[in-house]
DNA sequence: GCCCAACCTCAG
DNA sequence: TGAGGTTGGG
């Protein structure tokens, strides 16, 4: 790669099975990263960055490109920051920005973690998840902002990743001043020039601001429909309670210091935050890493893979008790980090990863997988790579099946009695992997 | 404690 | 017509 398209980035080394971004920033879990491609369509190695991924903080915009080694990392800021108004700054300030920029990096993308150690963890209990995870490598969790978070999720209900984009990116660029402009990257090997463009980046609008009477009745010019109501009103709420946004963060950011069910009781106390969405948000941002959010497309694979309660293809209505079922089931499987492994399963399974023009990760393994449990028609000639994948489904299957009728030595432990489930469930309990990015693995491009 | 219609909008 | 849901009334 060549060394002036990454002039001004600094590299950070780490590898794809430890984060995909493209995978990441637009599985369904923040809705405010905007990706821009760096080569026209199809044009690109694997190795090499083929997208650059911006999200607008409150003071800067950050900037982001990966290889297959290496996450290239840069900041850019408002001009009054700049020193155009003001002395010329020093190599100094850079420096620091830089350092602060890693700080929020390692902190956003929880990159203390050790991904592939998990991914391991979850293979060997899970033959389920073993059948998927190479599809889908370096899909982790972030640890986002509380209050970005909880509106995000109050749009998501009867909702969809593209649709849920689009509001939150018009919840900021009208409740928030833009923060600074940066032209596109320069497409390499465009054959046209045009491509080129300035975009304003807004930081994500603070409660008080949401919390003003008038804001429900924009949200609802703006397409919220009946969610714009929910959002106003859980702002005000927060202000009122706390008083400042300061405040309001200080509480947040307490959540993640509470036990999950004590944490959960304040989330659902807001409007518009039912028990899905406030488990959500406790997966997302307020370290509750064992929470497994459940909807009825979860409801339909653990019917169908993990013996939960219901006819597969079939809808129950989700009521508290079936979803604690459906909670407590997965929980069990996939341990201490089962929301995490829930990401891989679930949030990837979207077909709105084509909508943002990046790599298609379909067909979609949970799918294909649903699918092959059907009766197979006899397909014409299959082609030999469709054949083998097809194979590797239903020795999975099979697998899966000896876990479900408890052949295997991960069999579901809550058939069993209360004291001996806990002592096996501890004997399995992971002990959270770190494998610290020091400030050494800083270095300048 | 459980059930169910209504709710905005858009995609299939 | 229903979706990755919540609310409010019965």
Request: aromatic residues 8%; proline residues 6%.
């Amino acid at each position: 790669m060549s060394c002036t398209m990454l002039k001004g980035f600094k590299a950070l080394p780490l590898p794809m099975s430890q984060l995909s971004l493209a995978a990441v920033l637009k599985c369904g879990q923040s809705f405010r990263w905007t990706a821009h491609p760096l080569y026209p369509a199809g044009t690109t190695s694997i190795a090499e960055p083929t997208h650059e991924y911006r999200y607008c903080l409150r003071d800067r915009v950050v900037c982001l490109r990966q290889s297959a080694d290496t996450l290239f990392y840069r900041s850019v800021y408002p001009d009054i920051l700049n020193g155009i108004s003001s002395a010329p700054e020093s190599s100094g300030d850079h420096e620091k920005r830089d350092l602060e920029t890693l700080a929020f990096l390692r902190d956003y993308f929880q990159l203390d973690i050790d991904l592939a150690t998990l991914y391991d963890y979850w293979s060997n209990r899970d033959p389920v998840f073993k059948g998927v995870r190479d599809r889908f490598t370096g899909l982790r969790m972030l640890r986002q902002d509380p209050w970005e978070t909880i509106v995000s999720f109050i749009c998501s209900s009867n909702n969809n990743i593209s649709r849920i984009t689009k509001m939150v990116q018009s919840l900021s660029t009208h409740f928030s001043p833009a923060l600074v402009s940066i032209s596109t990257p320069t497409i390499q090997g465009a054959t046209d020039v045009e491509g080129e463009e300035d975009i304003s980046y807004h930081a994500f609008p603070p409660p008080s601001v949401l919390a003003a009477p008038s804001v429900s009745a924009k949200l609802r010019s703006l397409g919220f429909g009946y969610r714009a109501e929910y959002i106003q009103r859980t702002a005000e709420m927060l202000i009122d309670e706390h008083g400042s946004d300061r405040e309001v963060q200080k509480w947040l950011l307490g959540l993640r210091n509470m036990s999950t069910d004590d944490a959960r009781t304040e989330l659902l106390k807001f409007v518009g935050v039912g028990r899905k969405v406030a488990d959500c948000i406790l997966l997302m941002c307020l370290d509750k890493r064992e929470v497994v959010p459940v909807d009825t497309h979860v409801h339909q694979i653990a019917m169908k893979y993990y013996g939960v309660r219901g006819k597969a293809g079939t809808k129950l209505p989700m009521t508290p008790k079936l979803y604690d079922e459906v909670n407590d089931k997965l929980a069990n499987i996939w341990g201490d980090f089962a929301g995490w492994a829930h990401s891989v399963l679930f949030t990837a399974d979207l077909r709105s990863f084509s909508s943002f023009g990046l790599p298609s990760p379909s067909p979609s393994p949970i799918k294909e997988i649903r699918e092959s449990t059907v009766k197979l028609p006899p397909t014409p000639s299959p082609s030999p790579r469709k054949r083998m994948r097809r194979d590797r489904v239903e020795d999975n299957l099979q697998k899966a099946e000896n876990v479900l009728s408890g052949l295997s030595e991960f069999a579901d432990v809550s058939t069993l009695d209360g004291d001996m489930a806990d002592r096996v469930k501890k004997r399995r309990r992971v002990a959270a992997i770190r494998r610290p990015v020091t400030m050494s693995d800083l270095s300048e491009w």
